[in-house]
């Protein structure tokens, strides 16, 4: 059994301790916004975060979060109103959008650790999720637009 | 006015019986055919593209898929203004069957999206739809006021009299459809476009919402009750197929339902993907090793291809011709030829393929989840697969976390595994392939060799044109029925070498059908993401023998095509080209299908590492009239930036049948701190929709390779400009 908290709820697993957290998140727990996309650590679509820190849900086993907090985007705000998701909408960031939780949980980590980013560090700190449609601009200034308010 | 006959009788009764509310059909007389009946409780016998329910609601059929492109907000869109619909009262259903009335007529009618058409193909259709289905909300309106038509008007959702009396569509759905009669398309006049209230305005994308709080479902989101998960592995070669299989140690594993095996690999089935996938590490399989792919290297095959492009002997079909091109190059004061090379590339899409099926009991009729970008060769999958007929197959059109013609395949390899799997275990199945599965079996853009020559006047002025493309057959690949009814022209392989935007009056471009040495897939740009890149970098070389700009070269050749002159004129001013002093600037002029673009990229480059970093894109845009500006610039955007990840890093490698790259460690894409400003100017015109999904993409490559001589004197002539052939290039 594994016990962690999820999105402020407690919650206990009894997967494999070796599955992978990605896994156990999407199917054991049903939340389906984090999304797999390369299971190498290379595209980010799958970034939650432990702790308050970005990590690679695809590179973590269930029981490396053993009494963590983790927090997907359906954690990130109650109704999807979280400074960064406004923006995502008032810029209208996405094309497909499968790589979007992903950028947004990366951007709510930039943001707690540096408020108010240049875009040189938001384009460094977010270069470690990929967007093939090629929205990166229009993340660039929906991050710039939620730094001016939270 | 059209009779009421077609799928006639029932229609007939349901449209004169009155009810509920109004449905609109598309008639057996095509798409501009549209019927109406009354919703009185009777099950539809087709599919209505409109419906107006008397509380106002208007549901409008999306017909084609979504991959991020947004065509789910835009073809609605198109309806909804000359129905005059209030957009937020409008409601979107996918399209979920292969229901040919609804094809895309650009496509003969196949549920096919693809190369940038949908907006292209339905714009008229959709359009004279409204028009119609607005037409019987004024008849109603006419009938109920006891006035004459054409004293009422309508604003969003509405039909207003001159007295100000105002009746809502729900209100006048609900009242029946006695006397009222569906116009002949023909007779309606459309809108002028100065009165559109929703074309051509920043309409939100319905999906956004969805897409920015993790609701959005994917294929590889699906859950249905009793879900069971596989992986599977397949032959290292194509062409392989297991000989035998050991799966013992795969059995024992906890969770393990079953392995099947498949015609070119061996399923996993398990309670959950995390055994799936430790099981199949655990097989054990041994494979043919008959396969002709063995033999497929993807450098002896480039050179092969460089050879066959070289050879003035060699065999080619005429793609495209305008007069005479070998005697205005054979007359010219001067000639030049140049080879130009590309590799293969991966669509890189960040969803990997996923799908659910579900088998009825009997194995002859399935329910699908799946995420592609054509309901009828899905549909003709499902199909094929289990031997049935398309009433058994239920099918469900997901959205799609990009595509970019990865999904487009006749015979669709991850929906057959869904649905062979589900039958073999007698529960749904989820088939998921991992990152690597969809390298290593990836479909690819073809490795191709160009060859271009053309010749100069004594005043520098371009005359006679031949450009030869020596690389396979796509089409004759992902749809041999559909190469048969085409050959020898392969719009796939080809796009863009027909240089249509320019006005070379002896031009000629060939197509040297090589042998396939991998598989092959439609990519974003489809052939002119590397047709393009050779014309335009030939185009700069052609300019410096002729001892002139690049800019005034061009223009020479756009004296027909004023709004191609503009685009060049406007991306120059955008630019400033004419004042570029020593800034490394490249121009290039391309496009897709019918939509033009002029793009100038400015870069810089590292000698040490060989790395080239744009600063700076600039581009001019025709893609006729625009939709939803906010998302064509972002399609366009994104479009450039698949070009210059295209340009600078994509490479596929084979080895003796194998793809060498695996994951997004070694199939590099663009990332965020490489991505520059971006300006994009859209041209005002007033011209039919010309689709904008793609049009960003063929030019950039030669803006780079022209942007890179202007930096370091040096031409790239091989795609992609990789580190280690920029090095080269510069002798570092």
Known sequence: MTQFTLNGRPVEVDNPPDELLLLVIRDKLGLKGTKYGCGAAMCGACTVHVDGYPEFSCQLAVADVEGSEVTTIEGLSEDGTHPLQRAWVEQQVPQCGYCQSGQIMRAAALLSENPTPSRAEIADYMSTNLCRCGTYNRIFKAVEQAAQEV | ?732
């Open chain 2, 1 to 732: 006015m059209v009779a009421l006959t077609g799928a006639s009788d029932l229609s007939r009764r349901g449209f004169l019986q009155g009810g509920a509310g109004l449905a609109f059909f598309l008639g057996a007389g095509g798409l501009t055919a549209v019927k109406a009946r009354a919703q009185a409780g009777v099950a539809f016998d087709v599919n209505p593209w409109l419906t107006i329910s008397p509380d106002g609601a208007i549901s409008i059929i999306f017909p084609a898929t979504e991959m991020g492109q947004s065509s789910y907000s835009t073809l609605p869109q198109i309806l909804a203004e000359e129905l005059d619909a209030d957009w937020d009262h409008v409601v979107i259903e996918q399209l979920n069957e292969d229901d040919r009335g609804f094809g895309n007529p650009l496509f003969g009618g196949v549920l096919y999206t693809a190369g940038s058409t949908a907006v292209q193909g339905y714009y008229e259709p959709m359009r004279r739809a409204g028009a119609q289905a607005r037409d019987v909300l004024l008849q109603i309106a006419a009938r109920e006021l006891r006035v004459p038509k054409d004293s009422l008007r309508t604003e969003p959702s509405a039909v207003v009299a001159r007295d100000g009396t105002r009746l809502s569509y729900g209100a006048l759905a609900a009242l029946g459809t006695e006397d009222v009669q569906i116009p002949e398309a023909e007779t309606l006049s459309l809108k002028d476009p100065q009165d559109f209230r929703i074309i051509g305005q920043d309409v939100p994308r319905r999906d956004v919402p969805a897409k920015s709080t993790g609701k959005a479902v994917y294929a590889i989101d699906v859950e249905v009750e009793n879900m069971a998960y596989a992986t599977v592995l397949r032959a290292p070669v194509e062409g392989e197929s297991p000989l035998s299989v050991a799966d013992a140690e795969a059995r024992a594993v906890e969770g393990v339902i079953d392995v099947a095996v498949l015609p070119d690999g061996v399923a996993v089935v398990a309670e959950s993907l995390w055994s799936a996938l430790g099981a199949r590490n655990l097989l054990q399989v041994e494979w043919s090793e008959i396969a002709p792919a063995r033999g497929f290297n993807s450098e002896v095959t480039l050179a092969a291809y460089a050879d066959a492009a070289r050879d003035p002997q060699a065999e080619a079909a005429v793609w495209a011709e305008k007069g005479d091109a070998p005697s205005a190059i054979a007359n010219a004061e001067k000639t030049l030829s140049r080879l130009y090379l590309s590799d293969y590339a991966y669509h890189a899409q960040i969803e990997p393929m996923a799908a659910v099926a579900s088998v009825d009991p009997d194995g002859l009729g399935a329910e699908v989840w799946a995420g592609t970008q054509t309901q009828s060769w899905t549909a003709q999958t499902v199909m094929e697969t289990l031997g049935t007929t398309q009433d058994r197959v239920r099918i469900n059109m997901m959205t799609m976390g990009g595509s970019f013609g990865r999904r487009t395949a006749f015979v669709q390899e991850y929906v057959r595994d869904a649905v062979l799997t589900s039958k073999a275990v007698g529960r749904p199945v989820k088939v998921i392939w991992t990152r690597e599965d969809d390298v290593k079996n990836g479909t690819f853009r073809p490795a191709a060799a160009q060859h271009l020559e053309a010749g100069l006047t004594a005043d520098g002025r371009l005359t006679g044109w031949h450009h030869k493309v020596a690389t396979p057959t796509v089409i004759g690949f992902f749809n041999p029925g559909r190469w048969e009814a085409v050959r020898p022209n392969d719009v796939i392989s080809m796009r863009g070498a027909e240089s249509k935007f320019y006005g070379i009056s002896d031009f000629r471009a060939d197509h040297i059908i090589t042998e396939r040495h991998g598989r092959l897939a439609p990519y974003r740009g489809i052939g002119a993401a590397y047709t393009s890149f050779a014309a335009e970098a030939f185009m700069d070389e052609l300019a410096e023998a002729a001892e002139r700009d690049p800019l005034e070269f061009r223009l020479d050749l756009v004296e027909e095509n004023p709004r191609g002159r503009y685009l060049l004129e406007t991306v120059a001013e955008m630019s400033g080209w004419r004042d570029r002093g020593d800034r490394a600037l490249g121009l290039s002029f391309a496009g897709y299908s019918s939509s033009m673009a002029a793009g100038v990229a400015e870069i810089e480059v590292d000698d040490r590492n060989g790395e080239i970093l744009v600063t700076h894109f600039w581009a001019a845009i025709d893609a006729g009239r625009i939709i939803s500006p906010d998302n064509a610039h972002n399609q366009i955007e994104g479009g450039i930036i698949f070009g210059m990840s295209s340009a600078l890093t994509e490479r596929i490698d084979i080895e003796e049948g194998q793809v060498v790259q695996g994951n997004f460690y070694d199939y590099e894409v663009l990332r965020a701190d490489r991505v520059p400003p971006i300006d994009i100017h859209i041209a005002a015109v007033d011209a039919p929709p010309t689709g904008v999904g793609e049009v960003g993409t063929p030019m950039v490559s030669a803006s780079i390779a022209n942007a890179f001589y202007a930096a370091r004197g040096r031409r790239l002539r091989h795609k992609p400009f990789t580190r280690e052939r920029v090095r080269s290039a510069i002798g570092s």
